[in-house]
């Protein structure tokens, strides 16, 4: 009994850490094609930004999260103008050389890894040398439960809960908003879109700045469970490639499938065989939905439902 209830929270607290890691890239990738290896550095910015505003100005946890995320929001946008569409340099390189110097990153996979893992070891050696190697870190709230000899963080199972809040928020932000209906068309055909009147690199900068707003998010809603030092977005980004890449190119389904079903097979072999063989489980998953399942599972069921409207 006590076993299958260690079992269920363990389930719980892999699904939210792989829905919460993953959710910001996915909608970075699926929607402009860029792949952010400084996505646990946004991570990092906003578990900082978090833990300061708690620790150095007094505000009250959940004010200190969200501050998290819109800092590191706006610190994504930058980045999307400068380094990823290179919109604001290129219009200084207008005015002064007539010409443009930067190239815009979007469906460059390649050139985007190269210019993000710039980014990332800049940021986490800026963080180093600002903060030291490690700050003061919050206390969890909420205690424990109990069962027994066993006992749990409830602060993990909210976020359980938080993490499925968030992929209903998303959900609805992209399939229900006049905002999302400009990203789907974007997503589908960026010409036509733009002949409709979509302003297309506003949608990107806009989606950027969402993607890094919940990255942001992930790492204050983690800064009371984990230890505030300048490489901590590395724990996150094994689980957030590899959630994007089972998930497939539906952002939200994508997310919530990949959520649970590589959080059964991280719980499941962290729970019989350790932490260890439970992360070597996740990337051996990985590995066979790539060979077998190349375009995720919502690629896969999407190919069935094609499938099934061609033989009615």
Partial sequence: MVNGINLALQFLDSFAFIVLAAAGLAIIFGIMGVINLAHGEFILIGAYTATLAVTQLGLPLVVAMLVGGLVTGLFGILTERVIISGAWPNYISQQTLGRDIIEPLYDRLADSMVATFGLSLILTQGARISFGNSIDQIATPFGAISYGAFSYSTYRIVLAGVSIGLLLATYYLFTRTDFGMRARAT???????????????????????????????????????ISMQPTLGDQFLVEAFVAVVVGGPSVVLGTALSGGVLGAILATFSNLYGTFIGRIALLVAALIALRFLPDGITGFIEQLRKRRQESD
């Fill in 187 to 225: 997503i589908q055909d960026k010409e036509t879109a733009q002949a409709m009147g979509v302003n297309t690199d506003r949608m990107y900068m806009l989606t950027f700045g969402i993607g890094s707003a919940l990255a942001g998010l992930t790492g204050a809603l983690f800064a009371p469970v």
